[in-house]
T-cell receptor, first 118, second 114 residues
Framework: KAGVTQTPRYLIKTRGQQVTLSCSPISGHRSVSWYQQTPGQGLQFLFEYFSETQRNKGNFPGRFSGRQFSNSRSEMNVSTLELGDSALYLC?????????????????FGPGTRLTVT | AQSVAQPEDQVNVAEGNPLTVKCTYSVSGNPYLFWYVQYPNRGLQFLLKYITGDNLVKGSYGFEAEFNKSQTSFHLKKPSALVSDSALYFCAVRDVDSNYQLIWGAGTKLIIKP
């Protein structure tokens, strides 16, 4: 099976612009999560989508948004970019089921998109 | 509130020696515990997990972890370190009170010296 893919791998944007990042999960995985990774803050959860519905959301401003398509592919968008948005954005997919009462599933990560805001 | 602590920012070990990367957690319910590894400029890779049962869990690349409920710890171990084990290691926990969202530790940089 192909792994999680993220595009683009690297991106340079200017303050005030907006950006869209894309993630294709492992085939059959319906859950996609997004994380921001920075040296200072570590890994921070952005949101999780399952079957086109946002199920969980982290503590990020409304400038950060996402969506999931019927084929489970996901995009995240950041509007009005700030210098502090420079980070590695990681996407992860999992085989989590809709009504699973178990949290024992692992996530599979893509290589990330390195966003630099100047 | 749920939390994960990795008390060491960096661990240095000589090649061939045993290694331990520490993790303690705080959750209100039964924990689901995970270890991931991140190599430079790469995403995270799953190493191992504890769900229930045997307290000693074996994972990829010869790593294992021991779940200790009384000490709320889940330390990562390997009997003999390799230079190629040098990477950033993350511990994470999930429980029902976090709506199954993963709570991450800050990460520990493991350096294996030849």
């Amino acid at each position: 099976k192909a792994g999680v893919t993220q595009t683009p791998r690297y991106l340079i944007k200017t303050r005030g612009q907006q950006v869209t990042l894309s993630c294709s999960p492992i085939s059959g995985h319906r859950s996609v999560s997004w994380y921001q990774q920075t040296p200072g803050q570590g890994l921070q959860f952005l949101f999780e989508y399952f079957s086109e519905t946002q199920r969980n959301k982290g503590n990020f401003p409304g400038r950060f948004s996402g969506r999931q398509f019927s084929n489970s592919r996901s995009e995240m968008n950041v509007s009005t970019l700030e210098l502090g948005d420079s980070a590695l954005y990681l996407c992860a997919s999992s085989p989590r089921q809709a009504h699973s009462g178990s949290g024992g599933y692992e996530q599979y990560f893509g290589p990330g998109t390195r966003l630099t805001v100047t | 509130a749920q939390s994960v602590a990795q008390p060491e920012d960096q661990v240095n070990v000589a090649e061939g020696n045993p290694l331990t990367v520490k993790c303690t957690y705080s959750v209100s319910g039964n924990p689901y515990l995970f270890w991931y590894v991140q190599y430079p400029n790469r995403g995270l890779q799953f190493l191992l997990k504890y769900i229930t049962g045997d307290n000693l869990v074996k994972g990829s690349y010869g790593f294992e972890a021991e779940f200790n409920k009384s000490q709320t710890s889940f330390h990562l171990k390997k009997p003999s370190a390799l230079v190629s084990d040098s990477a950033l290691y993350f511990c994470a926990v999930r429980d029902v009170d976090s709506n199954y969202q993963l709570i991450w530790g800050a990460g520990t940089k493991l350096i294996i010296k030849p």
